[in-house]
């Protein structure tokens, strides 16, 4: 799925960062943030395919209910932690039905992602999910007339060439978990471009945890009537299993509370990292899923469509460098 994949952290200056992190116990303190934010980030995506496609449990919206109400209980419970220490900041009407919109789009793209993990392998999955610098450049472009510079663009085509390949030469391909897979990694890029429309004022924006706070919420809201409406046995079938493997119950908890480490586990690595390093991180958290859900889960792979992830990952990359020097 890719829940942690949709947050955004307010910017930390590089020196900032490297402050932060200098000295040997900030090293490791910063070294414990990044593996907590790997475990939690390829635990809860190892843990939806286990689910929804190895244990049966065909329910993808309402598993995502189940992750949406654990972030938005969890983050009350750390917010009322924080207010005790501060006042919390007052938020507008306005903002706060901007804030519904972002949620409503972070929900159908978590479920979307979720919906794919059914169909389609991690690795070919995390390959798609990789363009999202692809779609993020085209619906600036498309929504907010944001245009980037023609070396940023022609760093894109590698990332689209790539998945292309990789479709091209994936065994377990179906058509119908690709299209969710697509859905779920441009839901991701809208809700970035978006994010930047809604809340551009300086007074209005707020962190990935904050923004988590207020989402999650929107986000129950829509999933409750929608787990009723389109998977009417959801709550028996949790009840059934429940009774014959406890075990269910408690992978299903330790699911959920792991989608809301994923948003504080990346909030605390960019607090404490710069971009670049970030960055870095992020192509090198991709490439570890994929390698460890193969070894896990035994779906088939070949030349071509690794080639194709790779060349996917080396775009991204090209991409970041472009927009780097282009700012």
């Not at 994929?290 to 080396?314: D, E, K």
Request: net charge positive; aromatic share 8%; glycine share 8%.
């Amino acid at each position: 799925m890719g829940v942690g994949q949709a947050t955004h952290a307010l910017p930390v200056s590089s020196a900032a960062a490297d402050a932060a992190a200098s000295g040997s116990p900030g090293r490791l303190l910063t070294a414990g943030m990044v593996a907590a934010w790997y475990a939690s980030n390829i635990g809860v995506l190892l843990l939806n395919k286990y689910l929804l496609s190895v244990y049966g449990f065909r329910f993808p919206v309402f598993l995502t209910a189940c992750h949406m109400s654990a972030c938005a209980v969890l983050s009350c419970v750390a917010h009322a932690g924080r207010a005790a220490a501060a006042p919390p900041a007052s938020r507008s009407r306005g903002q706060l039905a901007r804030v519904a919109v972002l949620g409503a789009v972070f929900c159908g793209s978590v479920v979307a992602g979720n919906v794919s993990l059914r169909y389609l392998p991690v690795s070919f999955n995390q390959a798609v999910g990789a363009t999202t610098p692809f779609f993020t450049a085209v619906l600036a472009y498309a929504v907010a007339a944001r245009r980037e510079a023609c070396a940023t663009y022609a760093a894109l085509l590698p990332v689209v060439a790539g998945v292309v390949i990789a479709t091209g030469g994936e065994p377990s391909f179906h058509l119908f978990g690709f299209i969710m897979c697509v859905g779920a990694t441009a839901g991701r890029a809208l809700k970035t471009v978006l994010q930047g429309i809604l809340l551009s004022s300086e007074e209005e924006k707020m962190n990935s945890m904050d923004l988590l706070r207020y989402m999650a919420p929107v986000a129950v809201l829509l999933l409750v009537p929608a787990t009723l409406i389109m998977e009417r046995d959801a709550l028996g079938v949790v009840a059934a299993l429940a009774r014959e493997d406890p075990s269910f119950i408690w992978i299903l908890l330790c699911n959920s509370s792991l989608a809301y480490f994923v948003n504080l586990t990346n909030f605390l690595v960019t607090k404490h990292t710069s971009p670049l390093t970030l960055q870095v991180l992020g192509n090198a958290k991709g490439a570890v899923a994929v390698v460890v859900s193969i070894l896990i889960f035994r779906n088939p792979v070949t030349f071509v469509g690794m080639l194709g992830y790779g060349i996917t990952v080396a775009g991204v990359i090209l991409y970041g460098e472009a927009k780097k020097r282009n700012k």
